[in-house]
C-alpha cells in the first residue's frame, strides 16, 4: 500500500517536496515511479529511480526542475519540485514495480498505486 504526500497549494516558481510511504514492503526492492494527470488529460510519467542500480529518469518538461531520491531510513520516495509552473498542476500519484530491471514512464509497468496528492500552481 502507497501512500502519497506533500501536495499543496504554491505559487510559480515555489517548490514542494511530495513523499512517498509504503506500509507493508520495502521501497528499495522496487522501482518507484512519479506520475500525474491534469485535468482533462491522460496521466504521464515524471520520474522515477530503478530498483537496481538507483539510476534515475525524468520525463516530460521536468528534467533539470524535480529530483528523485530514496530515504531509505524512512522507507520514503521523495520527489522534490523547484521552479514549479502553472503546467504542473496536476494530481501527483507514485508507483511501485518489481518486475522489470529499470524503472519506465509506462503507467501499465506498475502493480501498485497510491491514492495522488493535489498540486495546484497558481498565483
Known amino acids: 500500500h502507497l501512500v502519497e504526500s506533500g501536495g499543496g497549494l504554491v505559487q510559480p516558481g515555489g517548490s514542494l517536496r511530495l513523499s512517498c510511504g509504503a506500509s507493508g514492503f520495502n521501497l528499495l526492492d522496487y522501482s518507484i515511479g512519479w506520475f500525474r494527470q491534469a485535468p482533462g488529460k491522460a496521466r504521464e510519467g515524471v520520474a522515477c529511480?530503478?530498483?537496481?542500480?538507483?539510476?534515475?529518469y525524468y520525463f516530460n518538461s521536468v528534467k533539470g526542475r524535480f529530483t528523485i531520491s530514496r530515504d531509505n531510513a524512512k522507507n520514503t520516495v521523495t520527489l522534490q519540485m523547484n521552479g514549479l509552473k502553472f503546467d504542473d498542476t496536476a494530481v501527483y500519484y507514485c508507483?511501485?514495480?518489481?518486475?522489470?530491471?529499470?524503472?519506465?514512464?509506462?503507467?501499465?509497468?506498475?502493480?501498485?498505486w497510491g491514492q495522488g496528492t493535489q498540486v495546484t500552481v497558481s498565483a
Open positions: 508507483a511501485a514495480d518489481k518486475q522489470y530491471y529499470r524503472c519506465y514512464d509506462d503507467e501499465t509497468m506498475y502493480a501498485d
Open positions: 529511480i530503478s530498483r537496481t542500480d538507483e539510476s534515475t
